[in-house]
């Protein structure tokens, strides 16, 4: 309390307050490791950060770095009490206050500096802290500090996106989720801040990053990102995403394992035998904290807002399978959340025509287990057909569309042709009467599905001609014989 007495009395002391408390933060004797000295280190530390924001900046580097190593980045469980539970909240409010009362042009640097420190000493923990004080400091960016930081802000994101490409070849599954999630939250929050002038730029950079290198970890890192930029932007981002359906496209073509295996990352991909996480401690540290608050992440991972859903269980980490597998499933979640979201007539007909193919033979991409199958057409590839679809919204494509589909249902794997037959059902359900005018074509392959060897796909195709005849209100078994 003295820090609020004395005000501007204690600046020139301030320095050597800080260097104090500072250095018991860095002390590695065991009273110093006493949780109790700690939490009334932090909380001296938390008075002198609320009153002297402003005179921080000679010492602000050494503060970042103690306040995210990770001993005070620990998340107390829930309902969790004590010292523990104490001290780390109390640090968590630290990096709060300093991401709020600092002003953007002195600690944004600082934050770079720490970033370089932390990534030399691969401390993800570390990384994710300082994202979130990113993050918070974004937040509470004036419109003219947002204009000002922006040039500076663009080459960092790109440099922080190239330690999550890298982490898909250094650290543990855990450490990579987590930090390109801390990484991109801070993205959006700088992205919401911006006007369409400042952002455009800043998009192409980063477009232009992820595809213009032999490094394709990057277009991981990209896409989940474009993802999460489409759900969030809603229709705006259309006004961007013109250039990557081409783009798109390609990929989905290059990570179709029935045309080119895994061969588009098996150049790159390097096998994660465990040696990972015995590289460094913050592997370790990040798996611990999954396990803590495994109940948190589970419910993380069902929401939209926190990116693509995993598709690829029965896949190992950092192979090339599951790096196609992650990529086709990024793609197709930002299409889908595209095309969702359209309201100024994205998918036109040559953006149709460009992505249709490449979609549809995804169908018979069957990488990895039945189960990993059946999740990627389910939960991405039949959703993002359908919407596509939808908001083309031309009889003349869906036409073209339905009978290369339709060629799907006679493939020679049971799989293929049942996936085919979700993604019908998926289409008639979405578009109802205006799909009808489709059933003479479709009758006939119907009509072979109904005496399919496989039961699964009989029992599908039995599904699909009572949606139909739910849609019509009569039945199709005239129309069978």
């Given at each position: 309390e003295m820090s609020a007495c004395l005000g501007p009395h204690l600046l020139q002391d301030l320095p050597r307050a800080l260097s104090a408390l500072l250095q018991l933060l860095k002390s590695t004797?065991?009273?110093a490791k006493s949780e109790l000295l700690r939490l009334s280190v932090i909380t001296g530390l938390s008075k002198l950060v609320d009153h002297f924001p402003s005179f921080l900046?000679?010492?602000?580097?050494?503060?970042?770095?103690?306040?995210?190593?990770?001993?005070?980045?620990?998340?107390?469980?829930?309902?969790?009490?004590?010292?523990?539970?104490?001290?780390?909240?109390?640090?968590?409010?630290?990096?709060?206050?300093?991401?709020?009362?600092?002003?953007p042009r002195v600690l944004i640097p600082s934050i770079q500096h720490c970033f370089e420190e932390k990534r030399q000493s691969q401390d993800v923990v570390g990384l994710v802290a300082l994202l979130g004080i990113l993050a918070d400091n974004i937040q509470a960016m004036s419109k003219?500090?947002?204009?000002?930081?922006?040039?500076?802000?663009?080459?960092?994101?790109?440099?922080?996106?190239?330690?999550?490409?890298?982490?898909y070849k250094q650290f543990s599954e855990v450490a990579v989720n987590k930090l390109e999630e801390a990484a991109s939250s801070a993205f959006l929050d700088l992205v919401?801040?911006?006007s369409e002038n400042v952002f455009r730029p800043i998009f192409s950079t980063i477009s232009k990053w992820a595809h213009s290198s032999d490094d394709k970890d990057r277009l991981l890192v990209f896409y989940r990102l474009a993802f999460r930029l489409a759900d969030k932007l809603k229709g705006l981002f259309g006004l961007f995403a013109g250039s990557l359906v081409e783009k798109a496209s390609s990929l989905?073509?290059?990570?179709?394992?029935?045309?080119?295996?895994?061969?588009?990352?098996?150049s790159s991909a390097v096998e994660m035998n465990g040696s990972a996480n015995s590289d460094s401690d913050m592997d370790s540290e990040a798996e611990?904290?999954?396990?803590?608050?495994?109940?948190?992440?589970?419910?993380?991972?069902?929401?939209?807002?926190?990116?693509?859903?995993?598709?690829?269980?029965?896949?190992?980490?950092?192979?090339?399978?599951?790096?196609?597998?992650?990529?086709?499933?990024?793609i197709l979640d930002c299409l889908h959340r595209i095309c969702l979201h359209d309201s100024k007539q994205f998918v036109t007909k040559q953006r149709f025509e460009a992505l249709r193919q490449p979609l549809l033979d995804q169908l018979e991409s069957t990488r990895g287990s039945q189960g990993d199958f059946q999740q990627?057409?389910?939960?991405?590839?039949?959703?993002?057909?359908?919407?596509?679809?939808?908001?083309?919204?031309?009889?003349?494509?869906?036409?073209?569309?339905?009978?290369?589909?339709?060629?799907?249902?006679?493939?020679?794997?049971a799989s293929v042709r049942f996936a085919a037959l979700l993604v019908l059902k998926e289409l008639f359900l979405?578009?109802?009467?205006?799909?009808?005018?489709?059933?003479?074509?479709?009758?006939?392959?119907?009509?072979?599905?109904?005496?399919?060897?496989?039961?699964?796909?009989?029992?599908?195709?039995?599904?699909?001609?009572?949606?139909?005849?739910?849609?019509?209100?009569?039945?199709?078994?005239?129309?069978?014989?």
């Open positions: 004797t065991e009273q900046g000679a010492q602000l580097n050494d503060i970042l770095s103690q306040l995210c190593d990770p001993s005070l980045c620990d998340v107390p469980q829930r309902g969790e009490k004590g010292t523990h539970a104490q001290l780390m909240q109390k640090s968590h409010m630290v990096r709060c206050s300093m991401a709020k009362m600092v002003a003219v500090d947002v204009v000002d930081q922006c040039p500076k802000l663009r080459k960092f994101f790109v440099s922080i996106f190239e330690v999550v490409a890298v982490g919401l801040r911006c989905l073509e290059k990570v179709n394992s029935s045309k080119h295996g895994d061969s588009f990352f098996s611990e904290d999954e396990e803590e608050n495994s109940e948190e992440e589970s419910e993380a991972e069902s929401s939209d807002d926190e990116g693509p859903e995993e598709a690829s269980s029965g896949l190992r980490f950092g192979s090339a399978a599951w790096k196609c597998q992650r990529l086709a499933t990024a990627l057409v389910s939960d991405h590839l039949v959703p993002c057909i359908a919407q596509c679809a939808l908001s083309a919204g031309d009889g003349s494509l869906w036409k073209s569309l339905n009978y290369q589909l339709l060629l799907k249902t006679r493939n020679s794997s979405r578009i109802q009467e205006d799909y009808v005018f489709l059933l003479p074509e479709t009758i006939p392959f119907l009509a072979e599905l109904l005496e399919d060897e496989s039961i699964e796909v009989e029992s599908e195709c039995q599904a699909v001609i009572k949606v139909v005849e739910d849609i019509m209100g009569e039945s199709l078994q005239s129309y069978m014989t």
